[in-house]
């Protein structure tokens, strides 16, 4: 029963999990180093400097020790046998660096300013929030560090005079109820998809030692595919809430007053965010095309322009590497949708840069009658012959059998494939293993006039708003974060967290607009909420969907609604300029 409760999976399933959480291990030296290094930097002072001192010299032994022991298990090798002794031997480790990190309130809580515990807590945050990617897989060795690190903050907190660091104490235990909860989430997800996994193994070896089973195998596999969709689906969902949110809260602090250590340790974060949000959007991309809601807004449209745009922001990355990056410069104009082409081309280009080491990468048009062959050269690894149907499977990745985050999700080509039956076109590939390859786009060329290059879009200059706005979504943080938001921008907001609660509030606070969340609570959505809003009211007040859902039926039916949809995380500047298109907004000031 205990083992079921903290997600403890047997035999080869463990090792895997143990295998992952070790593994994360390494990559968590360096940032304790700094982030120690920092706050005794920034937080020491006569009274507490031996007391940091002792405390940074914890941490980073308790961390040093812990890799040393990840290294040593990773080189022998995890066997079934030893797994669960190995889980307490983490357990232990990780308890006493999570002590190591609770004695940081203890070492400056008594001698920080107010600006200084509020940097005390958001590293405590911080660190147990980063535990909970790095250790969750194997939940008690997360449980360990958390309770630890938290419960000492919480004694901390409730043993000083002021009743405010008292209110903390409480608060930080619900910090930990709610990492408890999040933790048993992740732990779940890491387990199936290990499972998932070792599933899709057995499978291709059944597939080729039973042949005379093949039509039962091949119902199997199909299964097993709904099953990973629904799972990616389910996953996606779940971590584009917390990062809607967080983008949330890193806008409203940068527009705060900070010093030039907090603004750079804030801009550190938004490009983390950022870059997470372009992993969920790539899956957002590519659940778009398998839910058939990606419709073609065909235009005719010069193709320098495209190719500019793309040169200006993927030249770096090759530059970055030591590659040569060409464009050839063209006349031709086309007829297709210029915002699906770029996705297209922008994904194979990327692709080229990935897995060129010497040489360069070329961007080039040729005229071929009435089309326009766009082509893409690379001096990279070349792709064999049996793989080239292969490549264009989603999560299929050549030479990295690590899964490195780094080189993407294995959904590029995938996206482009998709995009391309989308509108009808031929895409051909050539290439020689060890030379490199080819992508040959077929696009259709126009001899009539070109739409006018729109202006690019400037930074969204934030004024004030005079907008009456009602925010329905399930989730505390969102709500906190959107609410702090929009009164920031000089919004007047009422925030409520299901259907009920925001018609109650509506009789008593008429909206200029509703934004919510399509999920809600027991099974209803965010279009059954806002046609029940406009039925009270008695108009058809302006409103926005905001979804976090990547489930392709999801994403039908949120289309179908004939309301704008917007795609968690939504970053500050699309909502801004949302909410500037709201048809009252001539009474901003």
Not at 69 to 79: D, F, P, Q, T
């Amino acid at each position: 029963m205990l083992r079921k409760l903290l997600f403890l999976a047997e035999d080869r399933v463990l090792v895997e999990q143990l295998r992952l959480v070790l593994g994360n291990v390494g990559m968590s030296v360096i940032p304790t180093l700094i982030l120690s290094t920092v706050m005794v930097w920034v937080l020491q002072t006569e009274a507490n400097a031996a007391s940091l001192k002792v405390w940074a010299a914890a941490v980073i032994a308790s961390k040093l020790i812990s890799a040393y022991h990840a290294r040593r298990v990773l080189a022998a090798g995890i066997s079934v046998e030893d797994a669960k002794s190995l889980v307490a031997t983490l357990m232990v480790l990780n308890a006493v660096d999570g002590l190591a990190w609770g004695g940081l309130p203890w070492a400056t809580l008594d001698y920080a300013s107010v600006a200084g515990t509020v940097l005390v807590i958001a590293v405590m945050a911080g660190v147990t929030s980063n535990a909970m990617s790095v250790l969750a897989p194997v939940l008690p060795v997360f449980l360990a560090f958390c309770i630890c690190a938290v419960a000492a903050m919480a004694i901390k907190l409730s043993l000083m005079s002021d009743p405010e660091y008292q209110l903390l104490a409480y608060i930080t235990l619900l910090y930990i109820a709610t990492h408890v909860a999040q933790g048993r989430v992740v732990a779940k997800a890491a387990r199936a998809a290990i499972s998932l996994r070792f599933e899709n193994v057995e499978l291709i070896e059944r597939l080729r030692t039973e042949t005379d089973k093949a039509h039962a195998a091949h119902k199997v596999a199909e299964q097993a595919n709904l099953a990973k969709s629904k799972f990616l689906a389910a996953a996606s969902h779940d971590l584009r809430q917390p990062m809607h949110a967080q983008g949330l809260f890193l806008e409203v602090i940068g527009r705060g007053d900070l010093s030039d250590t907090q603004r750079k340790m804030l801009d550190n974060a938004q490009a983390t965010s950022q870059a997470s949000t372009e992993m969920l959007n790539t899956l957002l991309d590519f659940s778009r095309i398998e839910a058939g809601v990606v419709q073609p807004q065909l235009q005719t449209f010069w193709l320098q322009t495209l190719l500019n745009k793309i040169e200006s922001e993927l030249a770096p990355q090759a530059v970055s590497k030591g590659l040569v990056f060409r464009t050839r410069e063209t006349h031709a104009v086309v007829h297709s949708d210029p915002m699906l082409v770029e996705l297209i081309l922008r994904n194979l280009v990327t692709n080229a840069i990935r897995y060129t080491q010497n040489g360069g990468v070329l961007l080039a048009c040729r005229m071929r009658g009435k089309q326009v062959s766009v082509e893409v050269w690379d001096t990279g690894i070349g792709i064999e012959a049996s793989e080239h149907k292969e490549i264009f499977q989603e999560f299929h990745q050549l030479g990295n059998p690590e899964r490195d985050r780094n080189k993407g999700l294995g959904l590029g080509l995938a996206i482009v494939d998709g995009l391309v039956r989308v509108l009808g076109y031929r895409l051909s590939l050539t290439s020689r293993p060890g030379h490199g390859s080819v992508f040959k786009l077929i696009l259709p060329a126009s001899d009539a006039p070109a739409v006018k290059e729109a202006p690019s879009s400037a930074p969204v200059a934030f004024g004030k708003l005079d907008l009456n706005v009602l925010v329905i979504d399930d989730d505390a943080a969102v709500r906190i974060g959107m609410e702090q938001l929009l009164r920031d921008w000089g919004c007047t907001c009422q925030v409520a967290e299901s259907v009920e609660e925001a018609l109650e509030m509506a009789q008593q606070f008429r909206p200029d607009i509703v934004i919510s969340d399509y999920r809600l609570r027991e099974q209803r959505n965010g279009t059954e909420a806002i046609a029940l809003l406009r039925k009270q009211l008695g108009t058809e007040i302006p409103a926005l969907l905001i979804t976090g859902d990547t489930a392709p039926e999801r994403l039908r039916e949120a289309q179908a609604s004939g309301v704008p949809l917007l795609h968690k995380p939504v970053t500050p500047d699309l909502l801004y300029r949302k909410l500037l298109e709201v048809p009252i907004h001539s009474s901003m000031i």
